[in-house]
């Protein structure tokens, strides 16, 4: 089979990887032009560049793709039998929805229709959601509104950040889109209860208001880490929390209430587990309570 790739983030490496080693050719990938990134703003491949690179497939990075005439004409001249998009970043016309001769398909990390949009798992995680999954959608001009090929579920372990969750959705989607390609199953309109959106991300939206509810301050923090993160402002600087549990205690919201730096919430009370100050590495608590005072008493904000 004939397949356009079309991805750019971790989550849509395993995919590539898995359709690459079923035999599949893959005359191109798309993915998102490399871009500065870090403290000395060095030009950066995304993840999805750097195994297409390995995988001794070629590259496109094309800036948009609605208004560049030439881009949708180099894509149909792929003639491709699918084309397969995975955390791509770039909405596609559509003129190349209808280019292949089966069309696209999306492989989404939420069980359709819960969570279209951007940030599917970090939104279930802020949700508390119990469980999660994939679904290999048959794409349309809608924003994660095409029919339903294949879904997949797992439960979300009580503890489990974006980052496991992330993980292990990505390597089911590898799974369940060979699966959609060998068996072609029927499409499924998707049922029109139930539908949430899960928002794009930014830095604000990691900034942790004390005077919530200690567990959904919790799931933020197990939601939003590696990104966007979440902070804190204590005294002068910014810290950045990495990893948070649920402690004892009450008090004024953003109250250190103990030398383990146990926070008061709105309701209830958060206990810090390991941050980072500006510049520094990232500490437990422990050890960063021994190079950086941060007393009972001192109110984070």
Request: charge should be positive; hydrophobic fraction near 45%.
């Amino acid at each position: 089979m004939r397949l356009g790739f079309l991805g750019s983030a971790a989550f849509a490496v395993p995919a590539l990887r898995a359709l690459a080693a079923s035999g599949a050719d893959i005359p191109a990938v798309y993915c998102q032009k490399p871009r500065p990134a870090g403290r000395g703003q060095a030009i950066r491949r995304c993840p999805v560049h750097i195994a297409a690179e390995q995988l001794g497939i070629a590259v496109r990075t094309p800036t948009r793709l609605r208004t560049d005439p030439a881009a949708q004409e180099g894509f149909a001249a792929l003639d491709l039998d699918a084309a397969v998009v995975a955390a791509y970043g770039l909405i596609l016309p559509a003129e190349m929805l209808a280019a292949p001769r089966q069309g696209c398909l999306n492989i989404h990390a939420s069980l359709l229709p819960r969570w279209r949009g951007a940030a599917p798992i970090q939104a279930a995680i802020l949700a508390g959601d119990r469980e999660s999954g994939v679904t290999i959608m048959q794409m349309d001009a809608g924003l994660d509104t095409g029919a339903m090929l294949l879904q997949g579920r797992m439960a979300i372990p009580p503890r489990m950040g974006a980052a496991g969750l992330h993980d292990a959705l990505a390597l089911m989607g590898a799974r369940l889109i060979l699966q959609a390609l060998d068996e072609h199953p029927s499409p499924v309109p998707q049922p029109k209860t139930g539908v949430s959106y899960a928002h794009k991300l930014t830095r604000e939206d990691g900034r942790i208001d004390w005077t919530r509810d200690a567990a959904l301050l919790d799931r933020q923090v197990r939601a939003l880490n590696p990104w966007p993160g979440t902070f804190t402002i204590g005294g002068a600087e910014t810290l950045k929390v990495l990893a948070a549990e649920p402690g004892t205690g009450s008090g004024e919201p953003g109250r250190v209430l103990d030398e383990r730096l146990t926070v008061a919430c709105g309701s209830g009370a958060l206990r810090l587990l390991r941050v980072q100050r500006p510049g520094r590495a990232p500490l437990d608590a422990e050890a960063f309570l021994r190079g950086h005072a941060l007393a009972p008493g001192t109110l984070l904000g």
